[in-house]
């Protein structure tokens, strides 16, 4: 992940384990002074490992749209999978062309009630490969406030992904997070017992 600014950029790498979009765990590699971090994603609840303070922060609601790891990502981008499916409804507002790739335009609408942070969504999805292209998020008063774009669109583990995302907040277009995956496999084997507090502080 490379975080760009106008006077500096920061990069950190990391790895990854997912079960479907309901667990996740990620844990920091670089650099040195972040190396061991790692974050915990059980359903909508997601807790911090701080090695260097040896505790366990259980992150609340309040926190969700706070920045995560000082990137254009937040804390709720990383539990937000499982809430795209279950907490909005989805319409297919028309057919449109992305990077040469036909492509169909879903507004994503809060369910009354639903505990969101986006007050709308937009998705272009291709047609042929049903990859997403481009993501538009906006807020409850209908500003967009940031924009996902995803390419390098290639063969890894088997199956043909995103290989790129560019995070660009609208208010600070001159800023980006980009995040590439380096190496990517699928059906490890892995089950929900992996997603634990106790392997979050082991895991390496």
Known sequence: MKIVRPDWSREISMKGWSLGTDFSLILITAPARDQGTAFLKRDKELWNWQPTIDRVIKLPPSMMTQSWMGSDFTNDDLVKESSIVN????????????????????????????????????????????????????????????????????????????????????????HRTVIHYNDIQFDIGINEDFFSIQKMKRIR
């Open 87 to 174: 907490d909005y409804d989805h319409f297919i507002r028309g057919d449109t062309t992305i990077t040469a790739r036909e492509a169909w335009k879903i507004e994503l609408v809060p369910k009354e009630g639903a505990p969101v942070v986006w007050g709308r969504i937009l998705i272009y999805v291709s047609k042929d490969d049903y990859i997403e292209l481009l993501i538009k998020y906006y807020d409850e008063d209908e500003f967009l406030i940031n924009t996902m774009i995803l390419s390098d669109i290639r063969e890894m583990g088997g199956r043909v992904i995103p290989a790129r995302m560019d995070m660009i907040p609208a208010e600070n277009p001159e």
